[in-house]
């Protein structure tokens, strides 16, 4: 293997004649020169959207649009988790515990309870949830004078317990939340800059609005106090896991990808991470994308040595 740093992937090489991918083209970031490298087989695993950037960029005459869009859909039905909203609250017990050293986990993942088994709210999809304690130093600054030199000096003590907790909600893929190169603008290594066009529905804020409802009733029925909400209202693409833009599907008029990953018109190239989710779920997605990869790869192989590929 070869692993080469402080490289730009600008596209894919694709072959007219052949009728396939045969290589990538490559910015070095340091000296700008233009190289190639050519593979029978390609994966693009470059986060959901500079692989959606690297293959809208990828124009040939056989994809005018970029390497495999034929129905146009390449860079539509962008989506990512949701994790503007908070919830955080006081705990006057356990007093006598602490969360500093040793192996002491005060945190925790609660699953999605809404729309499992059937719908039934009036939001589609659901969320799932964090939920962490922890105590934090509090100095003592009572008193004037000589006491409050007292309370400073006698040091940091122990303050109550506070626990908190956020949303990861499942945003829902639309043709709307999409990706597309700027026509004019471009990076120092002349690779179009990418315009992201992706903002928030009203089923996020419902989701919202009930993850609100159940953690304060949750919280107030353990007994926490000063239980405060929160909703950050930060942009998309300020949180992580952003998925989609290359869908898989079975079929070619409404996905780029088939069930191995492979470009329905283009099958030696693979596109395993983010990009190629068909919905966002409310778990961490990264050990989907290694075993999406791996299943991928396995198959890859597998094909190249039956000269299938």
């Known amino acids: 293997m070869t692993l080469r740093p402080f490289s730009v992937v600008h596209s894919i090489i694709y072959d007219d004649q052949k009728g396939k991918a045969v290589g990538v ?13 050519f593979a029978p087989v390609i994966f693009v695993n470059a986060g959901a959207i500079n692989t959606n950037l690297i293959l809208l960029n990828s124009i040939s005459k056989r994809f005018p649009n970029g390497l495999g869009n034929d129905n146009g859909l390449l860079g539509k039905y962008v989506a990512f988790h949701n994790y503007r909203a908070r919830i955080e609250a006081r705990y006057d017990g356990f007093k006598d515990s602490t969360s500093k050293g040793g192996r002491r986990p005060t945190s925790t993942y609660i699953p999605r309870f809404r729309n499992l088994h059937k719908h039934e709210m009036d939001f589609l999809r659901g969320y799932a949830m964090t939920f962490s304690a922890d105590r934090y130093d509090r100095q003592n600054m009572d008193g004037f004078g000589e006491s409050l030199k007292e309370n400073l000096m006698s040091g940091p003590e122990l303050g109550p317990w506070y ?8 945003t829902i893929p639309k043709e709307t939340n999409h990706v597309s190169l700027d026509p004019v603008k471009k990076d120092d290594w002349g690779v179009p800059l990418l315009k992201i066009s992706i903002d928030y529905d009203d089923n996020d804020e419902k989701m919202i609005k009930d ?5 304060t009733e949750m919280y107030s029925k353990a007994g926490f ?4 909400t ?4 930060q942009a998309p693409g300020l949180d992580i896991h952003e998925m989609g833009g290359v869908r898989m599907g079975k079929d070619p008029k409404t996905s780029l ?6 470009f329905h018109n283009c099958p030696n190239v693979f596109v395993t991470d983010g990009a190629c989710m068909t919905s966002t779920s409310t ?11 791996a299943r991928a790869a396995d198959y890859a192989v597998s094909q190249l040595k039956k000269r299938e590929l």
């Open 230 to 233: 929160s909703d950050s209202k």
């Open 257 to 262: 990808l088939n069930k191995w990953h492979q």
């Open 225 to 228: 106090t000063d239980i405060k």
């Open 283 to 293: 778990q961490n997605p990264s050990l989907t994308f290694m075993a999406f990869t």
């Open 25 to 37: 083209h490559l910015i070095d970031a340091n000296t700008k020169e233009s190289i190639e490298y």
């Open 163 to 170: 626990v908190g907790s956020q949303m990861m909600g499942e």
């Open 211 to 215: 993850f609100f409802e159940q953690m």
